[in-house]
């Protein structure tokens, strides 16, 4: 089979290394891709969102699958573009329609799903720039810290956690009037905090039946102590330890249930991964948010778990068999540390070389925002690369991360030391 990753990050990379292992893979493309994935496939330059550019690359490579990794593709109907235009029906596309997409799209609509099908979640409100004075007094009935989330996509950076009232009323103001996240917060949902320990879940569904991957915990905060600006993911760790088996049970019950059969009552097609956000509050499981693909970097620790190929993972999806399939998984522990620029996740210099990757031993780099430039490799973007070990502990496989990170070299380099200190 032919295959076509869309992405460029180090979910992207972390899905070629594991797709590039199956023996029912023939050729497989990555657009736009990024130096880990120029290794193993073969990189394709185009803008994701350029369904037209994805069609003809389709087409004439004659892709037999594509594997959506960014949002964005999907919450404007990449698989909708696939299922209209007829010489590309029978391509099997992993990632929801473009209504089942909204669960990441937009968080009102996540969250008037979420109250339809019981599944237990915050209190909220959303506003918009014309009743922002409502917003203001409905934050005056919450206790702090206030939770202010952009109503769309805001690449992982639109929720505010705030202690102070004044200041929640100020940025609710710069969201919403101000277009602090531009149209992401164009409506604004304010939630009741919820206190507890955060953990990821991942599920794969082929529209009838499901398969739960192993869970996860990311790290967001660029700072130690979940300390600073939120980021896009500076680390995670698999399996959670605190995810106890009747824990788990609970969130198979009473939020993966719900969620796969609330889909198919609100007849919202879905094939692939639903990402859940989940907050132990107490004992009990609350969704936090919903994201319609892989998490990055949970994607650089749960992927290399899977030991079932992932073509047939991903052809039981298509043919809505994935009841028929056993997904094995490896006992051990897997960690990740995330390396990113100088700066980040606000202002940040590219075009630094990488040095030390050809001495790392008993870890994967998992490329993000790298390229390859004159036979260099050089940083990209804000995240660089994920550096992922496994261990019988999660313990080992961190000391077996920072050991390696050690090796590695760019200028002004910069990444947590305090991955899995909560657990």
Not at 24 to 45: D, H, Q
Not at 182 to 199: C, N
Not at 216 to 223: E, L, N, P, T
Request: charged share 25%; glycine share 10%; net charge negative.
């Amino acid at each position: 089979m032919n295959i076509l990753i869309l992405g460029s990050g180090g979910r992207e990379h972390t899905f070629a290394w594991k797709i590039a292992k199956s023996s029912r893979c023939n050729k497989l493309y990555v657009a736009p891709g990024n130096s880990g994935t120029a290794e193993i496939a073969e990189n394709i330059n185009l803008k994701v969102t350029d369904f037209e550019a994805v069609r003809a690359v389709v087409l004439s490579h004659q892709i037999d699958i594509v594997v959506v990794g960014p949002e964005d593709p999907l919450v404007q109907g990449i698989h909708d573009y696939f299922l209209n235009h007829e010489e590309l029906n029978g391509i099997a596309v992993i990632g929801p329609q473009k209504a089942a997409a909204e669960l990441e799209g937009s968080k009102e609509f996540a969250k008037e799903f979420m109250m339809r099908h019981n599944i237990p979640t915050a209190a909220y409100k959303s506003f918009t720039r014309y009743n922002v004075v409502e917003g203001y007094k409905f934050l005056e009935t919450l206790s702090p810290p206030y939770v202010l989330k952009a109503d769309g996509l805001a690449a992982g950076k639109g929720v505010l956690i705030l202690h102070d009232l004044d200041e929640a009323k100020l940025e609710l103001k710069q969201m919403l009037v101000g277009a602090k996240f531009g149209d992401a917060s164009t409506k604004v949902v304010i939630e009741e905090f919820l206190d507890g320990i955060e953990l990821s879940c991942f599920v794969l569904t082929d529209g009838n039946n499901y398969k739960i991957l192993p869970t996860a915990k990311d790290y967001k905060r660029i700072g130690e102590g979940d300390t600073g600006l939120n980021t896009g993911g500076m680390g995670a760790v698999s399996p959670v330890p605190f995810a106890t088996p009747a824990f788990l049970n609970k969130i198979e019950e009473r939020i993966v249930k719900p969620t796969v059969f609330g889909l198919q009552k609100d007849n919202l097609p879905y094939q692939g991964f639903i990402f859940i956000g989940i907050i132990k509050v107490g004992d009990d499981p609350k969704v936090i948010e919903y994201n319609v693909r892989m998490g990055d970097p949970e994607t650089e620790v749960v992927l290399p778990r899977v030991k079932t190929d992932m073509v047939e993972i991903f052809e039981a999806i298509s043919n809505k068999s994935l009841d028929k399939i056993n997904i094995e998984i490896d006992d051990r522990a897997a960690t990740t540390v995330m390396l990113v620029s100088g700066g980040y996740p606000e202002a940040y210099e590219r075009g630094k070389e990488i040095t030390g990757l050809e001495n790392i031993k008993d870890s994967i780099p998992f490329h993000a925002g790298s390229v390859k430039s004159n036979g260099e490799i050089i940083t990209s973007g804000g995240r660089v690369m994920a550096i992922t070990s496994y261990g019988n502990t999660y313990q080992e496989a961190i000391k077996r991360c920072y050991k390696n990170i050690s090796k590695l070299k760019f200028e002004k380099m910069c990444y947590r030391k305090d991955i899995g200190f909560d657990l």
